[in-house]
């Protein structure tokens, strides 16, 4: 008898737990309408989703924009770029961040979504040091990529083999990568990996290796950065629309925001965050670009 | 056995609650039955569906999806749909596992049943066990601390390649390859030994001739289970194979299998994209592979069966 | 002579096969703890992960994964119990019992990640609640189910017949012998079994990347309300387990130290592993002492 107590019962508790938890997490989502009011203090909860690089930055921006405003909660979630611009667009959460232009991924309804643009990452080229080059001419940097050049000594580098190191197909950094610094070529293949970290640390380690990274990973000589064209790739640089490889890093709301939502957008584009935390995490202030760009990669000046 | 309470005081108790917990009891262990296969019957219907999507839905063909080398989603001209360097990659880290794996295992099952059943099992048997422990995230973290610069170093090529991920596999399926061959080899009638023994043969002809024949079946089983685990193992192998699209053609070059593939992507596409949609038809392929080694399975036992 | 050397050759061969295996044993010990104790420290162990800074600890991801291995055995041992129950018992050798059996094989050789993507379809995506701790354990339950349903049947069915026969024989209902005869005969087994499957839950990662997702909210652990968004006892929340945490690190992270944090984190994940299965063996022998010394 008691055995079959013991588990008619853990069976109910465990029922009651998924019941009560789903009335539960029904009624706090509700709070976000309630949310934020122009005057007085904010309060209620939202929800962030979407690209795990863009993560650290909004979550960290989440901590501080809590400590000023207690009454409210964020959630930062990561899941990658796709995941966050399909669940905004179902509306399951309140910003999506995505690094490439909602309108470049298939199947999401970009009309509905407004774009908010938090913050600009510079990438470029990177080689193992002991290539020996440190800049190099764009056609010549889509003839390594595409495998048309196989040897760095064509380069007047080292007589070493070109290694390749690529970012999975549906990755945003390698889009902006192709579309800017290889003019939309299709890279040859190499080893293929998500992380910034691995991609530096494979280039590093492996004798004639090429691949791409953000600014914020020249931070030691372990690996070194390619100019293009002579243009070094510095915040400078790209803030005047020299260097051409950046993108925008976006967060997306469904339709206008407002409330609560508002609100920790505005305080994503302050200059509080925009010139400190920014900065801290290797990203370029959005704000202080002397160019901008549309979702079809056309430049002006603004 | 103090908490039975006497037969007579249950027995006290109307007949008709004595039913009715009858009825109930059965109803609960039934609905625990069912839950079991409704799993079973909504994972094949669910992912069937949404892996024939983009079949049906985005109009790629099947043939192309499984024949095809030419792995090009984020085309926006002309988006290239082929998997097939894919399921070589899967098929290939999976055989070379087992190449490895199954004699190792098999072999440590012999020293276990018959080299020495008395010790070496008391040390072995644990050892296995132990093995089976480790998570698969943390072969996966010494495959790319250790094996593959040591790879890189000594054997040659890029570190990550098709031999990584196989050494990674075999050290993963040991132990599901050893675990069930020893039970094999120990569940074999000891009539076989002995009759073997005195008819004058040594022990190696007496496992070579003898017992690895009679438990054949079973061996053949451990090892299609370990490679079934190795065909689904996602995580560990990602880290060391290198992720490269093209078919390898060395076993020093990198590579990459459907479960890698799924996993580096399916955050970064967005849910009902075509691109997504073919990473589902990925897992389908897995679903239906993990279906094939259950069938192959079954048909060696029943040939056992027939011995 | 011939056949003597050959024999001698080959049971050198084998003795060979065994020092390998434990030889790869010993040698990824000794990998893991030797690098990874460096690295554990009070510290470590209770202080939240950082996603771009050096320094961070394991504390929310230690958490999650005890955390969701519990929800995940509620719902197992229940279900698998009256599961093994059904096949050791009720079940007759018949078609359906066929598909049953065929059906707990098809559960127990998926892969995992098929197990992840169909928690994505379902627990995700259809439900609506996106990245949770609940749809994370209930893609782990199906993970888990086959295991606890095979223990169970081989213990009760390892339950002296006679001890059945007797409670039959005076007048005991079926269900009746189960619940007071059966189950608590055949309890040690499965209490070691369920504790043995649970090590093979906490290393799981492939099956939680899709569902219980690959970040943790804020945690506040004075908060003990269960409905709380904050609370670490909310079930809605996702939760990044320790397995996920090393994967994540190593193949998405941005911080600096991630050998350190991955070295660590492995140490951690081992040792739980090896405590569950010690505790495993320990209760069964307490238990098969205990049961041999009152007879």
Known sequence: MKSFKKISLMMLIAAFMIIAAACGSDSSSDKDSGGGKDSGELSGSISVSGSSAMQPLIAAAAEEFMAENPKVDIQVNAGGSGTGLSQVAEG??????????????????????????????????????????????????????????????????KDQKIVLVNRPDSSGTRAVFNHFALDGATPAEGITEDSSNTVKKIINETEGAIGYLAFSYFTDDSVTPLSIDGVKPTAENVQSGKFPVWAYQHSYTKGEAE???????????????????????????????????????????? | ???????????????????DGEFRGKLIVILCAVIMISATIAITIFLGTKGMQSFTKNGISIIEFLTSTNWNPTDKASPMYGVLPFIFGSFAVTFLAALIAAPLGIGGAIFMTEIAPSWGRKILQPIVELLVGIPSVVYGFIGLT????????????????????????????????????????????????????????????????????????????????????????????????????????????????????????????????????????????????????????RYLSSRRKLR | MNSKAADRIATGVFVAIAITIVTILAGLFFYIFVNGFKHISLEFLTSPSSNVRAGGGIRDQLFNSFYILFITMLITVPIGIGGGVYM?????????????????????????????????????????????????????????????????EDAIRAVPRDLKEASLALGVTHWHTIKTIILPAAFPSVLT???????????????????????????????????????????FRPAETLAVHIWSVNTQGLIPDVNEVASGSSAVLVLSVLIFNLLARWIGSLIHKRATATK
């Open chain 1, 92 to 157: 399951s959460v309140q910003i999506g961040n995505s690094d490439v232009f909602a309108e470049e991924k298939e199947g999401i309804p970009a009309d509905k979504l407004v774009d908010h643009k938090v913050a600009v990452v510079g990438m470029t080229a990177a080689v193992n040091p002991k290539v020996g080059i440190d800049d190099i001419k764009k056609e010549d940097l889509i003839k390594v990529f595409t495998g048309k050049i196989t040897n760095w000594k064509e380069l007047g580098g």
């Open chain 3, 88 to 152: 050791a018992e009720y079940a007759k050798p018949g078609k359906v019992t066929d598909l049953i059996r065929t059906c707990i094989e098809v559960l127990s050789s998926l892969p995992s990640i098929v197990i992840g993507m169909f928690g994505l379809l379902i627990f995700v995506n259809t439900t609506g609640w996106g990245y949770t701790i609940l749809g994370g354990a209930l893609a782990l339950t199906i993970f888990n189910l086959p295991t606890m349903v095979r223990t169970t």
């Open chain 2, 146 to 297: 250790v094996l593959v610069p040591f790879i890189r170093e000594n054997v040659g090529g890029l570190g990550f390649s098709l031999l990584s991920g196989m050494i990674v596999l075999a050290v993963m399926i040991l132990p599901t390859i050893t675990t069930i061959a020893t039970d094999a080899m120990s569940s074999l009638p000891n009539h076989l030994r002995e009759g073997s023994y005195a008819l004058g043969a040594t022990r190696w002809q007496t496992i070579r001739k003898v017992l690895v024949p009679a438990a054949m079946p079973s061996l053949l089983t451990a090892i299609i289970l370990g490679m079934a685990r190795a065909f689904g193992e996602a995580l560990a192998v990602q880290m060391v194979i290198g992720n490269v699209r093209n078919l390898p053609s060395s076993i020093l070059d990198a590579s990459a299998t459907l479960t890698t593939i799924i996993t580096l992507n399916m955050g970064h596409t967005t849910y009902g994209s075509v691109e997504n949609n073919t990473l589902w038809s990925m897992g389908l392929i897995l679903l239906i592979m993990s279906f094939a080694f259950i069938l192959l399975i």
């Open chain 1, 259 to 302: 409330g609560l939502t508002k609100a920790f957008l505005d305080y994503l584009m302050s200059d509080d965050i925009q010139n400190t935390l920014l900065k801290e995490q290797g990203y370029l202030p959005v704000t202080k670009m002397k160019v901008e760009r549309d979702a079809e990669g056309n430049q002006k000046n603004i």
């Open chain 2, 1 to 19: 056995m103090e908490k039975l309470l006497p037969a007579k005081d249950r027995l006290l108790k109307s007949k008709r609650s004595r039913l």
């Open chain 3, 193 to 235: 079994g369920a504790i043995l499957a649970a090590g093979r839950v906490f290393g799981e990662a492939a099956a939680l990347l899709f569902t219980a997702g690959l970040s943790t909210p804020r945690l506040d652990y004075t908060n003990w309300n269960p409905f709380s968004e904050q609370s670490p006892l909310n079930i």
